[in-house]
């Protein structure tokens, strides 16, 4: 049963656009948030993350919102450049040293 | 800067056979992870292990063993190989359990098959 759900498997988005990615997340208990980007051939890197005692976390050109309510989470990227193409995670934990993963959105930014 | 460091990067294994993942980071972080991407699904946590000596089973963990005998390296083994293995292996680790501060850190992975 996974308990974090990317429900888009791809993305395509015009260069100067904005992208959004979205995640849905099960397990009320979470209670700490982060997105990842991974190239192909490579390990996954941290984008950005968020605690659920706030609703937004801003860094450059990437925003994180957190609405619990929803158990929903989005990734912004404004604007979106041929560079951000790659597969993007979100993870979720709620303590224990333990996070759980979607299974990635493709992003695929057109020049 | 080297990070986290896996190898091999790709290995073919027979079906029965094992063989053991090196996974080694330089960051002196004391949690170190194994997860495991299958297509089309998200990485699901093999082991982990919050300092040398200490290990504890994550979502997937028959199959595998793992052990921690320093600080640096957290050696992923495969006893039996099966086909239901084949898989990309990533290793990460992070700093704390203060996650805000401590993200994971990953290696490039390990692409094995078992034929």
């Known amino acids: 049963d996974q308990q974090v759900k990317q429900n888009s498997p791809s993305l395509s988005v015009q260069e100067g656009r904005i992208s959004i990615l979205n995640c849905d997340y099960t397990?009320?208990?979470?209670?700490?948030f982060l997105w990842y980007k991974k190239y192909p051939a490579e390990g996954p890197t941290f984008l950005i993350s968020?605690?659920?005692?706030?609703d937004k976390n801003e860094d450059g050109r990437f925003t994180v919102f957190l609405n619990k309510s929803a158990k929903h989470l989005s990734l912004h990227i404004v604007p979106s450049q041929p560079g951000d193409s790659a597969v993007y995670f979100c993870?979720?934990?709620?303590?224990?040293?333990?996070?759980?993963f979607g299974s990635g959105t493709k992003l695929n930014v057109k020049p | 800067n080297a990070g986290v460091t896996q190898t091999p990067k790709f290995r073919i294994l027979k079906i029965g056979q094992s063989m053991t993942l090196q996974c080694a980071q330089d960051?002196?972080?004391?949690?170190m992870y194994w997860y495991r991407q299958d297509p089309g699904m998200g990485l699901k946590l093999i082991y982990y292990?919050?300092?040398?000596?200490?290990?504890d089973k994550g979502e997937v963990p028959n199959g595998y063993n793992v052990s921690r005998s320093t600080t640096e390296d957290f050696p992923l083994r495969l006893e039996l190989a099966a086909p239901s293995q084949t898989s990309v292996y990533f290793c990460?680790?992070?700093?704390?359990?203060?996650?805000?501060?401590?993200?994971?850190?990953f290696g490039n992975g390990t692409r094995l098959t078992v034929t």
């Open positions: 990460a680790s992070s700093a704390a359990w203060d996650r805000g501060r401590s993200p994971l850190h």
């Open positions: 397990n009320s208990m979470f209670d700490y």
């Open positions: 968020i605690s659920s005692i706030k």
């Open positions: 993870a979720a934990s709620a303590g224990l040293n333990k996070f759980y």
């Open positions: 960051m002196n972080h004391n949690y």
């Open positions: 292990s919050v300092g040398a000596g200490i290990t």
